[in-house]
Structures are given as C-alpha cells and as structure tokens.
C-alpha cells in the first residue's frame, strides 16, 4: 500500500530522519518505536504532506505523492492524529468531525448560499456520517459539547473519530494512548482493532507504551537518531539487542 | 424542499415590507435619522464582509477601506459613464432605476477581483504582516484615485445620484446576512472557521486552507464593493480621502466590538458604533466639567467614545457576542 525509500529529513546540521526504508502492506498494523526525539514523529509528517522530505521518495497506491500538501495526502487517504492534541478547540465536537468530512461534502460553495435541497440532502448525510464516528469513538452522548471541555482520553479518542471521518485508507496515529490511564489505553487497543477490521484501514502508530505497541502491532520499525536500527515482529524487536541497547543506553543517562 | 422555498418567499416579502416602509413611512424621519439609519446600515454590510475574513477565518485584514473604494467608485462609475440604454435608468421608477442593483453587483465583483489579486500573494503571509501588507493595499488603491483625473482626482467624483435608501440598503442588510449565516452554517463555511481554529489541523483533515483563505477574503472584498457603491449613493460624493485608513480601522473596531465571527453581534456593533459618535454630539455640550472643557466640545466626545471602547473591552473582551450568536447566548441562559 505504501512504500518509502531513503526518506531522509534534516534540520539544518540535525538528521532527523536519516534514510528509512518501509513497506506498509495493506491491511496491516504497523509500529514505529524509538526513544524521544528518535525522529518518529517527524516521519509522520513527512508521511502526511506537513513536511516535505530532503531525500527520498514516498509511494501510495502505486503513485508518488511526496512533493503533494497535506490536504492532498488526506484526500487520497491517508488521515493522521497529532500527538499534542490539535482538536478545532472553540468548535462543538461534532463540528470537529464534520470539518473532517468537508472535502467529500459533495456540493458546491455556492449552494452554500441558499440551502436548498441538494445541500440538505448531503448536509444530512454528513450529519450521520459524522455521528456514526462518534458513535463508535463512544463519544456521540457528547456531539454538541465544546471540544475542549472534554477529558483528556475523549479529546484523544475524538482525534481518532475525527481522523477516521476523512474515510482514510491508511491512518497515522502519533502516541495515541500517551496520557491514559491503563483502562482507557486497553479499550482504545480494542477501538483500534475494530475500526481496522471494520473499515480495512491499515494503521501505523507510534507509541511509548511497549504493551500497547507489542499487543497491537504485527511490525515494528525502530528508529535510533533517525537511523532505523530493526525491522520485525514484536517477538523479534523485543529480542533484538541494538534495540535493547538503544532503550538501556536511554535508561542510564535518565 | 417546500421548507427551503417559503424561507426565500419569506426573504422577498421582507423586502417588500422594507420597500412599503421606505415609500410610506421612511420620510417622516427627520434628515438626520435618517441619514444615521442609512449610514448604519452601510456599516452592517462592510463590517459582516470583514467579519467573514477577519471574525470567521481569522485572516487579520486592515484593507477594507480600499476594497470599498474599489466598490464605491465602480458603481458609480457605472451607474453615471457607463452607455446603458435609456429605457434601464427610468426602468421601473426614476428614483429606482434597475441599473443601479446591477452597478452595486458589478461594483462588487470588481472589489471581489481586487480581493483575489491581493489576497493570493498576501495570505502567504500571517498575523501583523498580513495586516502590514493589506494595509498597504488600501494606501495603494486611495493613491490611485487621487491620481485619477477621470473620476475627479482628489477632488472626488461628485454628482453621483441618490440611489441609496432604505429600501437598497436594508433588502442589501438582509440578504447579506442570510447567505451569509448559510455560508458558516455549511460545509465549506465550516472550513473557513477551521482555518482560524488551526491551520494546520485543517490542512490535515483535508482543508484546502489557501482556497478557503482566499475565497474568505474576496467575499469580504465583495460585500465591502457593495457598502462602497451604496455610500457612494447615499453621499453623492466620493473622495480619496473618505477611504482613507481610519475607515478601515472603523469597520475593523465594528467587527472586534460585535464579536469576531459573530453575524448578529456585529449587526448590533454596526448599530452602536455609527450611533454613538453622533449621540455623544447631544451630550457633549452638557458634559463640560470644570477643567476638562478646556478641552473643547468635540474633544469631550470623542472622550466618551473611547470610555466606551475601553469599558466594553474591559467587561466584554471578546466583544458583545464572542464568537457566539445572540440567540445562541440568549438560549443558554434561559436553560
Ligand atoms: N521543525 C523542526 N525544526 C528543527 N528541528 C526539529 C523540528 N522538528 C523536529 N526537530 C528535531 O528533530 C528531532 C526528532 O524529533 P521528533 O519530534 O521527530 O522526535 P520523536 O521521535 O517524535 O520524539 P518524541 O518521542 O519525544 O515525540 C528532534 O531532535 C527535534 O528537536
Ligand atoms: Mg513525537
């Protein structure tokens, strides 16, 4: 589904991301690893248009789309979260959902100005479509609260929903369970497993959260520096002693 | 369906009803009310335009001046130059020529066109530096016109004919406010508050944020051609320096005072703002403190009016409505 060569970003002398190969397959749940300031997050934007890349070349369905902004990779399909939380804050939820189903709202500016009956039609569909993804994220009770009088695990789950309202074929998450409780972490685990099953996204995350990414995903890239030093499944990552040495080497100095 | 025609029916009886008012009752008023209700209504229709690029996408211009000069000067252009055939200026009324709403329309596509060459190259640019830039927009096109012979330089264009009234002023009020409640109560609208909300957010859920920043400020520019026009045809004379850039930062303190993205509140501000300068006019003669009249009488006034301002920003300082809308917060009250 997705292939990335040689993606490399750099920040003026700092390599962020230094020449990452991957193969998303479809269909599958990869993880993407690496202590802080491994560069993981930066990936992300490089794989969702926010940055472009210094080097290399991301594939999507068989198209290049490196070079392409943000909003394009999103209508070709490929949604994200942030990991600080970046919800539409003065907005009631559903609201921040329904901005996620904007460029599929199927009608044009100018209908806009009269409501007439094509824009009710779709503004209907739009409406249920929206709260099918509160539904799921368990957050539908709440559509017409603002967003930000959520707690924080529903402002994380209502990024999810909102994400998922851009009916993505592949989604980023970026540490969607940072700030959960252990509770909270295991029922998104299972959100996570359910809206992939039930609308064949394929997903790759990042996580500190080690039960969270062994449990869930089936690959799993380390990044070190920017450098990626194992690819594999959980059994094999957690084997690995580059990786090892790469968490330990993090734990004495902390 | 039936729903969506009666609201439109409704709209044009509204008008109706203004028209009969303006013909039937509107003169009574005594000139100056009357010239205080027009000028208010002007107000409404440049400020919900800014209010559109400034209060709802959050695009800080301070341009508005010359998108309304722009205005101002094509409608007249128009309704006086330009070779319409004879039967369109008395057609159906002389004090109601049809050529008129059609010069306003062209007046505001022009600013709109105006709107969309500044807006592409300036809205790459953020906060102060877009307020920078289209500021200077509005220097530019009052430098023009005092450089424009053909439309009296910086004399000004006189002799434009008294079109404006209260039937064209508030049927313009009302529409202006209904298409533009359906435009932020839509799809596309909801993409322009995203933009202010977070640009970045936005892109990412697939928010073209250029094309909605642009098409934010060439409405903007298109309702301030049409406040233009009508001003123009109310005053029946342009100059330059009416659209200098205290004009700009009188519309902007409407939209800031009201609530920025706040339709009804910035109707009420409209109202306030064109009202109380002339109101503090009565009182100023009574308020001569001891000391303070030393001052002189229109420095009083304008010592009320910036009181004013700077309670209201003290009590209230996201404006009159936030970013709410009157019935909005008048239900959360009442629950
Ligand atoms: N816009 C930027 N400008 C300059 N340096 C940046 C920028 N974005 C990231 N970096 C740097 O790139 C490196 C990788 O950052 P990144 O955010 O990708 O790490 P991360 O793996 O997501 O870390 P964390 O686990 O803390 O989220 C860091 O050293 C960071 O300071
Ligand atoms: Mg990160």
């Given at each position: 589904?997705?292939?990335?060569?040689?993606?490399?970003?750099?920040?003026?002398?700092?390599?962020?991301?230094?020449?990452?190969?991957?193969?998303?397959?479809?269909?599958?749940?990869?993880?993407?690893?690496?202590?802080?300031?491994?560069?993981?997050?930066?990936?992300?934007?490089?794989?969702?248009?926010?940055?472009?890349?210094?080097?290399?070349?991301?594939?999507?369905?068989?198209?290049?789309?490196?070079?392409?902004?943000?909003?394009?990779?999103?209508?070709?399909?490929?949604?994200?979260?942030?990991?600080?939380?970046?919800?539409?804050?003065?907005?009631?939820?559903?609201?921040?959902?329904?901005?996620?189903?904007?460029?599929?709202?199927?009608?044009?500016?100018?209908?806009?100005?009269?409501?007439?009956?094509?824009?009710?039609?779709?503004?209907?569909?739009?409406?249920?479509?929206?709260?099918?993804?509160?539904?799921?994220?368990?957050?539908?009770?709440?559509?017409?609260?603002?967003?930000?009088?959520?707690?924080?695990?529903?402002?994380?789950?209502?990024?999810?929903?909102?994400?998922?309202?851009?009916?993505?074929?592949?989604?980023?998450?970026?540490?969607?369970?940072?700030?959960?409780?252990?509770?909270?972490?295991?029922?998104?685990?299972?959100?996570?497993?359910?809206?992939?099953?039930?609308?064949?996204?394929?997903?790759?995350?990042?996580?500190?959260?080690?039960?969270?990414?062994?449990?869930?995903?089936?690959?799993?890239?380390?990044?070190?520096?920017?450098?990626?030093?194992?690819?594999?499944?959980?059994?094999?990552?957690?084997?690995?002693?580059?990786?090892?040495?790469?968490?330990?080497?993090?734990?004495?100095?902390? | 369906?039936?729903?969506?025609?009666?609201?439109?029916?409704?709209?044009?009886?509204?008008?109706?009803?203004?028209?009969?008012?303006?013909?039937?009752?509107?003169?009574?008023?005594?000139?100056?009310?009357?010239?205080?209700?027009?000028?208010?209504?002007?107000?409404?229709?440049?400020?919900?335009?800014?209010?559109?690029?400034?209060?709802?996408?959050?695009?800080?211009?301070?341009?508005?001046?010359?998108?309304?000069?722009?205005?101002?000067?094509?409608?007249?252009?128009?309704?006086?130059?330009?070779?319409?055939?004879?039967?369109?200026?008395?057609?159906?009324?002389?004090?109601?020529?049809?050529?008129?709403?059609?010069?306003?329309?062209?007046?505001?596509?022009?600013?709109?066109?105006?709107?969309?060459?500044?807006?592409?190259?300036?809205?790459?640019?953020?906060?102060?530096?877009?307020?920078?830039?289209?500021?200077?927009?509005?220097?530019?096109?009052?430098?023009?016109?005092?450089?424009?012979?053909?439309?009296?330089?910086?004399?000004?264009?006189?002799?434009?004919?008294?079109?404006?009234?209260?039937?064209?002023?508030?049927?313009?009020?009302?529409?202006?406010?209904?298409?533009?409640?359906?435009?932020?109560r839509s799809s596309p609208g909801r993409a322009i508050i995203s933009v202010r909300e977070d640009e970045l957010a936005a892109e990412v859920m697939g928010v073209w944020t250029v094309y909605y920043k642009v098409a934010a400020f060439l409405l903007g520019a298109f309702f301030a051609g049409v406040a233009g026009g009508l001003l123009g045809h109310l005053l029946t004379i342009l100059t330059p320096e009416k659209f200098n850039f205290v004009l700009s930062i009188e519309i902007v303190v409407i939209v800031v005072v009201g609530g920025m993205g706040s339709t009804s509140g910035v109707l009420l501000a409209a109202?306030?703002?064109?009202?109380?300068?002339?109101?503090?006019?009565?009182?100023?003669?009574?308020?001569?403190?001891?000391g303070l009249s030393l001052l002189g009488e229109p420095s009083m006034r304008m010592i009320l009016y910036s009181l004013t301002m700077i309670f209201l920003m003290i009590f209230r300082p996201k404006g009159l409505c936030g970013n709410k809308e009157m019935w909005e917060l008048w239900g959360r009250k009442g629950s």
């Amino acid at each position: 589904m997705m292939q990335v060569k040689h993606l490399t970003r750099r920040f003026g002398g700092l390599v962020a991301v230094n020449g990452v190969d991957l193969e998303v397959e479809e269909g599958s749940l990869v993880g993407l690893i690496g202590p802080n300031g491994a560069g993981k997050t930066t990936c992300f934007n490089m794989l969702s248009g926010v940055i472009a890349p210094s080097e290399g070349a991301i594939t999507f369905q068989g198209k290049r789309v490196d070079g392409k902004k943000a909003y394009q990779f999103t209508q070709l399909g490929i949604a994200r979260t942030f990991q600080n939380i970046r919800l539409f804050k003065s907005l009631s939820v559903l609201d921040n959902v329904k901005i996620a189903c904007h460029f599929n709202c199927g009608y044009s500016m100018f209908r806009s100005f009269f409501h007439g009956p094509v824009f009710q039609r779709k503004e209907d569909e739009i409406t249920e479509h929206a709260m099918e993804m509160l539904k799921i994220f368990k957050l539908d009770h709440d559509a017409h609260e603002i967003s930000t009088n959520l707690a924080y695990g529903e402002q994380r789950r209502l990024e999810i929903a909102r994400a998922m309202a851009t009916r993505p074929k592949m989604l980023l998450l970026d540490e969607p369970a940072a700030g959960m409780n252990p509770t909270e972490s295991a029922e998104l685990m299972d959100l996570i497993r359910f809206v992939r099953e039930k609308f064949a996204t394929t997903v790759v995350l990042i996580e500190h959260d080690m039960k969270f990414v062994m449990g869930l995903c089936q690959q799993i890239l380390v990044l070190d520096y920017g450098t990626p030093i194992a690819y594999g499944n959980p059994a094999e990552i957690q084997a690995n002693p580059k990786v090892i040495e790469a968490y330990l080497g993090k734990d004495e100095e902390g | 369906m039936g729903d969506y025609l009666k609201k439109w029916a409704m709209l044009v009886g509204a008008c109706l009803l203004l028209f009969v008012f303006d013909r039937y009752a509107f003169w009574a008023l005594n000139g100056f009310w009357q010239n205080l209700i027009l000028l208010a209504g002007i107000n409404m229709v440049a400020a919900l335009g800014l209010n559109l690029t400034n209060g709802y996408c959050g695009q800080f211009s301070l341009g508005h001046a010359g998108f309304m000069a722009i205005g101002g000067y094509a409608t007249a252009f128009f309704t006086m130059m330009f070779a319409w055939p004879d039967w369109m200026l008395t057609f159906p009324h002389p004090e109601f020529p049809i050529v008129f709403p059609i010069s306003l329309i062209l007046g505001g596509v022009l600013a709109a066109a105006a709107g969309l060459l500044v807006g592409i190259p300036s809205l790459r640019l953020k906060g102060d530096y877009l307020a920078i830039a289209t500021l200077g927009f509005g220097e530019i096109v009052r430098v023009f016109l005092v450089n424009f012979e053909y439309m009296g330089a910086a004399r000004g264009q006189t002799n434009i004919p008294q079109y404006s009234n209260f039937f064209w002023v508030y049927s313009i009020v009302l529409i202006s406010t209904v298409v533009i409640l359906n435009l932020i109560r839509s799809s596309p609208g909801r993409a322009i508050i995203s933009v202010r909300e977070d640009e970045l957010a936005a892109e990412v859920m697939g928010v073209w944020t250029v094309y909605y920043k642009v098409a934010a400020f060439l409405l903007g520019a298109f309702f301030a051609g049409v406040a233009g026009g009508l001003l123009g045809h109310l005053l029946t004379i342009l100059t330059p320096e009416k659209f200098n850039f205290v004009l700009s930062i009188e519309i902007v303190v409407i939209v800031v005072v009201g609530g920025m993205g706040s339709t009804s509140g910035v109707l009420l501000a409209a109202v306030l703002l064109t009202a109380l300068p002339e109101l503090l006019r009565f009182t100023s003669g009574a308020a001569s403190i001891p000391g303070l009249s030393l001052l002189g009488e229109p420095s009083m006034r304008m010592i009320l009016y910036s009181l004013t301002m700077i309670f209201l920003m003290i009590f209230r300082p996201k404006g009159l409505c936030g970013n709410k809308e009157m019935w909005e917060l008048w239900g959360r009250k009442g629950s």
